[in-house]
């Protein structure tokens, strides 16, 4: 067990990718298999102890070197979060104006977070008030972004409403469609606006749940006529082909067969051409 942690250390030491929390778990873990082993037998434990204290000494130079590039990654973390800080101090001025768009605020927040902890720890000396500015600009940032969003909220629920009543007043005159294809893109405009209409507050979730049940009756209801009116026209269609089709076969027997009175054969040609007609 000591020669495999040793051999442990000797390979961490000549690692190219390794962590300081890796580095100090294997000293720790071999000093504690070590102290575990002895005695060690006599043949082996000057080799043994000389290998372990090489092995040792290569991965504490190695530690010190990952600390001390560790310590400058932190440090030179320190002009990048302040940039964030800067960045938040900026949006925070940006969702305090009247026309500020909150949803592109509510976004560039979430970006703004984001990026914060892609950058990385700072020196603890720096690091906890760095934190508390940034932590507390996105707090302030968030409630002004959530009082907008609100007022947002309920006005996509009057929307709703709204759409609700157009869809409901097409629906109630379903008997009185004339014009199908301009009603089917009305209600489909309808869908549309619904889709892309936002969040509602959560305190009336239940009403919105109940205007979209409404709503989807509605659409349904008229889809549902407009199949019937369709399906009305497809068997008009269908009896009209069997109605052309007869007339062909009757004018096709005319034109085939000698006429007896020529005069009366073209009188009934044209009593055909007027049924085609109609």
């Not at 442990?8 to 190219?16: G, P, T, V, W």
């Not at 927040?109 to 906890?128: I, T, Y």
């Not at 009603?183 to 936002?198: C, N, P, R």
Request: aromatic content about 6%; overall charge neutral.
């Amino acid at each position: 067990k000591a020669v495999a942690e040793c051999q442990k250390l000797e390979d961490l030491a000549q690692r190219e990718e390794v962590s300081v929390k890796q580095a100090e778990q294997a000293l720790k873990q071999a000093h504690e298999v070590l102290v575990a082993a002895n005695p060690l037998p006599r043949t082996d434990a000057h080799k043994v102890r000389a290998r372990y204290d090489a092995a040792r000494a290569k991965l504490v130079i190695r530690l010190h070197e990952l600390r001390e590039r560790e310590d400058w990654l932190r440090f030179s973390n320190v002009p990048k979060l302040e940039a964030l800080v800067q960045h938040a101090e900026q949006l925070l001025a940006a969702a305090g104006h009247e026309d500020a768009d909150h949803n592109k605020v509510a976004a560039a927040l979430k970006a703004l977070q984001a990026e914060w902890k892609s950058v990385g720890p700072a020196p603890k000396e720096k690091s906890e008030a760095l934190w508390q500015r940034f932590k507390s600009l996105c707090d302030q940032i968030y409630e002004r972004t959530k009082t907008a969003s609100d007022e947002e909220r309920a006005e996509n629920l009057r929307k709703k409403e709204e759409l609700v009543a157009q869809i409901e007043g097409i629906s109630q005159k379903l008997d009185a469609v004339s014009d199908w294809k301009a009603t089917s893109e009305a209600v489909k405009k309808l869908q549309a606006e619904w889709k892309s209409g936002g969040p509602v507050p959560g305190a009336q979730r239940e009403q919105a749940e109940a205007l979209w049940t409404r709503f989807k009756a509605a659409c349904d209801a008229f889809f549902e006529k407009r199949k019937g009116h369709y399906a009305e026209l497809d068997e008009d269609r269908a009896q009209n082909q069997r109605k052309k089709e007869e007339l062909c076969i009757r004018v096709e027997r005319l034109a085939i067969a000698p006429a007896a009175d020529m005069k009366a054969a073209a009188e009934q040609i044209k009593r055909y051409q007027a049924e085609w007609k109609e």
